[in-house]
């Protein structure tokens, strides 16, 4: 294992230490109907291993960085994370007002998480591609719209390599995440 890793893995399990970290040797967890390959909450964070560890670092990173959301800035944090209690309630039939407000909040979390990452792996000089990275990023940001206009979780985003492959290479911004140009939303659809 790259020797970046190892030292980042190691500050991870300390700076987190109140949150249980668990490694599974899986290719996805699954939560509910819903699966995912990485999640974190304010007690524990679980990542699915059964991957590249280029793959599931970047996960791991991504999580990391939702629990400096909690820790930086809790009030913001929790009305967003409320947010997506909301879409899940929504996405599992339950009647939600507003839901168009909880999706946006839904996108601003998981944009400034991913701003987060992407300086958290240069920082770290962890073995992720970040071009792809930023792909899959901002296909699994956009796909928050999908999301929206369909009331199913958008796998596709990240699954549907000429989605996230026809992406921007580096993360876009809040504006284009949460207007994002119909160039963008219409490759959900092909």
Known sequence: MDQNVINFLGRAIL??????ITFVPQKYLVTGKATSTGWADDKELRIATKWPISTWIGVFVHETCHLDQQMQRPRWHDIREDAVGKVDDWLAGKKVDYVD???????ELEWDCE????RKIIRNKLPVNLKQYAQMANAYILGYHWTYNNRKWCKK?????KIWNNMPEKIISLKTALFPPSKLTDLYYD
């Open 101 to 107: 407000k909880y999706i946006r909040l839904t996108v």
């Open 157 to 161: 985003s990240y699954e549907t390599v």
């Open 15 to 20: 700076k987190y230490q109140k949150h249980k």
């Open 115 to 118: 701003m987060r990452a992407v």
